[in-house]
């Protein structure tokens, strides 16, 4: 199958590209699905903020 001599190089081969292309479809699907604003940066003791600086 696929020109492949072993069943499960096939069975690899397959898998990795249907799995590539489900992380393509996933992506797609949930594009900037996520619209809650980010919480303000945490800078540690002494290190200054660029706008103090």
Sequence with gaps: ???FGDLGVTAAF???LASA?????YGLLHWNDDDAP???P????????????
Excluded at 42 to 53: F, I, N, Y
């Design 42 to 53: 945490v800078h540690p003791r002494g290190e200054a903020e660029l706008d103090d600086l």
């Design 1 to 3: 199958m696929l020109g």
């Design 38 to 40: 980010l919480p303000p």
């Design 14 to 16: 397959v898998l990795t």
């Design 21 to 25: 292309a489900l992380c393509v479809v």
